[in-house]
């Protein structure tokens, strides 16, 4: 499993890369635009073919679901630890996914056909978390492409019954690493947007998962 993270500012052609990413089997893209407000959010999903749509997770701006056919939602870890700090402490994920559904004003059948997945750096909390979403991303794994000084810590998560999915330092050559520590997939933003090739890289990761 590849999950793309988009990059914090816009890159040279990114549109037109991504929708060459989709085409080439990308399923799991996370729309993480810190700097974009709602409408611009808007503009950067009207520049994409609808069809693509139902690939696409949002970090931000959950509502954006009510209007596009997105395929889920992301909880940073900020956003994860404040909307659970209003809920019990042993809310399981049905009861999290009624809860939140009432936020943004949508049905609780309708939140269950999106994936619903957040972001951790520590594993224990992953671990003892009570909600167990679709998929969790744990960072940084290996020293971070995209993010200076974000050293790697090397987790290994095969006691963790959970699907969790490596982040930090993903490049072509060290995929079956992850593997060994206990992750699912892998999370990538630097080791596909920093390269000359994005797309021949993304490839060539994709053809470790078939």
């Known amino acids: 499993m590849i999950v793309l993270i988009a990059p914090e500012y816009n890159v040279t052609n990114e549109i037109d890369i991504l ?3 989709f085409k080439n089997g990308l399923q799991y893209f996370h729309l993480r635009k810190p700097y974009m407000n709602y409408e611009q959010h808007c503009d950067y999903l009207n520049q994409i073919d609808s069809k693509y749509h139902n ?4 970090h931000r701006f959950h509502e954006l679901l009510k209007n596009y056919n997105l395929k889920g939602i992301h909880f940073q870890e900020a956003k994860r630890r404040q909307v659970l700090n209003t809920m019990p402490s042993s809310i399981n994920k049905k009861q999290f996914i009624a809860q939140y559904a009432k936020l943004l004003n949508v049905t609780c059948g309708f939140l269950e056909t999106k994936t619903i997945s957040s972001s951790f750096h520590e594993p224990d909390e ?4 009570s909600v167990i979403f679709n998929y969790h991303l744990l960072s940084p794994v290996f020293s971070s492409i995209s993010k200076q000084g974000y050293s790697g810590r090397g987790f290994n998560v095969n006691n963790i019954n959970k699907k969790v999915i490596g982040m ?8 079956a690493e992850f593997y060994k520590l206990g992750f699912k997939g892998v999370g990538v933003l630097g080791g596909i947007w920093q ?3 994005p797309v021949e890289v993304f490839k060539t990761m994709k053809c470790h998962f078939n």
């Open 19 to 21: 929708q060459q990413l």
């Open 55 to 58: 690939y696409i997770v949002t």
């Open 126 to 129: 992953l671990e003892n978390c």
């Open 168 to 175: 930090g330092g993903v490049t072509a050559s060290n995929l």
């Open 195 to 197: 390269s000359n090739t």
